[in-house]
């Protein structure tokens, strides 16, 4: 089977990388639509901002382009390490501010549904991203990153740099406190069950 | 077990709608990755320029550094001091391994040996 020389979507992530420590542009752009989304969407979800999750989403690329041409293929996924470089850089702000008001959450994206599906989305993803930032910083992160990232707790461990049964005990703590929280505001919200 | 299947969860209409939340990158912030990839790139690809080094430097690095002009300036030191003072135990010594048994070594020929009672038969 013969592949175009411009089909970048079979090549791995950790190659893509050397490729572009080796000088290829092209592979810094594959690397950029391949990553980018998932950098942005995950900030976005532990910071609330759109703003703020783009700023972070830069600044976790530009170090990833940085530490290209020292990268240690087979060590670690890059996936992985972004998600700890956005995860501490997301930490930080929240250090400076904590507390996301649901005015600050953007409106869906989802055209198709009725206006009172969507009013239903827009109510459960907001309560969510509300009572996320009302979570202590590590429970919310290891939240977000099993239950809407959706990776697995050694892949969570690994990016948390906690054991495994460390994550499953903030998972859990997390969403008991979650439950809790959004218990009372299902109805406030007129939200069905 | 860490990787348990997976079973309803009572926040899974929450998930799932954050879940559809995705908005793309703008255009503007890929447009910015892309440049620091660009600029990051050229960084790495440019070789870091020379720095300029003095003679001193070049003729130490062909030599081997400090420790080996150290070195070099003791051995002189001590052929000066050889040179001079002579010592007596150095100058048996150099000529048992010069000369060594002498006697053994010299074959003293007879001066009429020689290729002349060959003459004839040339």
Redesign the interface.
């Known amino acids: 089977m013969t592949m175009p020389f411009d089909d970048t979507s079979a090549v791995p992530t950790e190659a893509l990388l050397l490729l ?2 080796n ?1 290829d ?1 092209e592979a ?2 594959a ?2 639509m391949r990553l ?2 998932r950098v ?2 995950h900030a ?2 532990v910071l609330g901002n ?1 703003a703020e999750a ?1 700023d972070i ?2 600044e976790a ?2 170090r990833l ?2 530490i ?2 020292d990268w240690r293929q087979g060590e670690a996924k890059v996936t992985t390490w972004l998600y700890r470089v956005v995860g501490n850089l997301c930490t930080d702000r929240l250090r400076r501010r904590r507390g996301v008001g649901l005015d600050e959450v ?1 409106e ?3 055209d198709q549904a009725s206006p009172a599906d969507r009013m239903q ?2 109510a ?2 907001s ?3 509300a009572a996320l930032a009302r979570l202590p910083e590590r429970q919310a992160q290891a939240v977000i990153l099993r ?2 990232e959706e990776l ?3 892949e969570i461990a690994e990016i948390m740099d906690i054991s ?1 049964e460390a ?2 005990s903030l998972v859990a703590r997390g ?1 008991r406190a ?2 809790a929280d ?1 218990a009372g505001q299902r109805e406030e919200l007129g939200i069905r069950e | 077990m860490s990787n348990a299947p997976y079973e309803p969860d009572p926040l899974e209409a929450e998930f799932s709608a954050l879940k559809r939340r995705v908005e793309p990158p703008s255009g503007d912030l890929m447009a910015r990755v892309m440049a620091d990839a660009d600029a990051v790139q050229a960084q790495i690809l440019t070789p870091l320029p020379k720095a300029r080094v003095s003679a001193l430097s070049r003729v130490m690095d062909v030599i081997g550094g400090w420790p080996t002009l150290a070195g070099m300036a003791t051995a002189g030191m001590a052929g000066v001091w050889i040179g001079v003072a002579q010592p007596a135990a150095l100058l048996e010594g150099s000529q048992t391994l010069l000369y060594g048994d002498a006697n053994a070594a010299l074959v003293d020929l007879d001066p009429s040996f020689g290729f002349s009672d060959l003459d004839g038969e040339l």
Do not use: C
């Open positions: 572009y420590a000088g542009r810094s752009r690397l950029t980018l989304p942005l969407s976005e979800r759109r783009e989403a830069q690329m530009l382009w940085k290209a041409p953007p869906p994206v989802d989305e827009t459960r993803a309560a969510l991203h239950h809407i697995s707790n050694p495994v994550v499953e969403k979650l439950t959004l």
